[in-house]
């Protein structure tokens, strides 16, 4: 070893050895995580547009058409969050759910939001902990009302 560091050859393989260890490898890793990050975080974007657009589906269309205020059924989180949950393949494939925190109704803009996180946490080295990517979806209500007979 010793023989290594007075050669120049020696001094050469132990300047890369350093290199890749403190500079090419951190910043590999670092590289690696921002990349799952970023497709966590689209999914996580996706899945509370897609419960967003199920809330909608739940609104209690009677009440709406007559009072023009947006009220839900009662499986609405339910049926939010089953949607949240379908189109999530690599959330799924690391066993992380999605979750719906909130469904909130706008009656001024007539618009629906739908507040979703997943811990995030398994997809990285223990050193971090606690990673939740929290999106919020919106859905407009939209109606045809029927002219009256």
Same mark, same amino acid.
């Given at each position: 070893?010793?023989?290594?560091?007075?050669? +120049? +050859?020696?001094?050469?393989?132990?300047?890369?050895?350093?290199?890749?260890?403190?500079?090419?490898?951190?910043?590999?890793?670092? #590289?690696?995580?921002?990349?799952?990050?970023?497709? =966590?975080?689209?999914?996580?974007?996706?899945?509370?547009?897609?419960?967003?657009?199920?809330?909608?589906?739940?609104?209690?269309? +009677?009440?709406?058409?007559?009072?023009? @205020?947006?009220?839900?059924?009662?499986?609405?989180?339910?049926? *939010?969050?089953?949607?949240? %949950?379908?189109? &999530?393949?690599?959330? #799924?494939?690391?066993?992380?759910?999605?979750?719906?925190?909130?469904?909130? #109704?706008? %009656? *001024?803009?007539? &618009? @629906?939001?739908?507040?979703?996180? #997943?811990?995030?946490?398994?997809?990285?080295?223990?050193?971090?902990? %606690?990673?939740?990517?929290?999106?919020?979806?919106? =859905?407009?209500?939209?109606?045809?009302?029927?002219?009256? +007979?």
């Amino acid at each position: 070893m010793f023989r290594l560091m007075r050669e +120049r +050859r020696g001094y050469s393989f132990t300047w890369w050895a350093m290199f890749f260890t403190f500079v090419f490898l951190p910043i590999l890793n670092l #590289a690696i995580g921002v990349g799952r990050y970023a497709i =966590a975080a689209a999914e996580v974007q996706e899945a509370a547009d897609l419960a967003a657009l199920a809330a909608v589906r739940d609104v209690d269309i +009677r009440y709406f058409e007559h009072s023009g @205020v947006i009220r839900f059924s009662g499986v609405v989180y339910g049926r *939010a969050s089953y949607y949240a %949950n379908l189109n &999530t393949d690599y959330l #799924a494939s690391q066993k992380i759910q999605v979750h719906v925190v909130s469904i909130q #109704a706008d %009656n *001024a803009s007539q &618009t @629906v939001r739908v507040q979703c996180a #997943a811990d995030i946490s398994p997809l990285f080295p223990p050193i971090v902990s %606690n990673m939740v990517v929290t999106r919020t979806g919106i =859905a407009q209500v939209k109606m045809r009302i029927s002219p009256q +007979r």
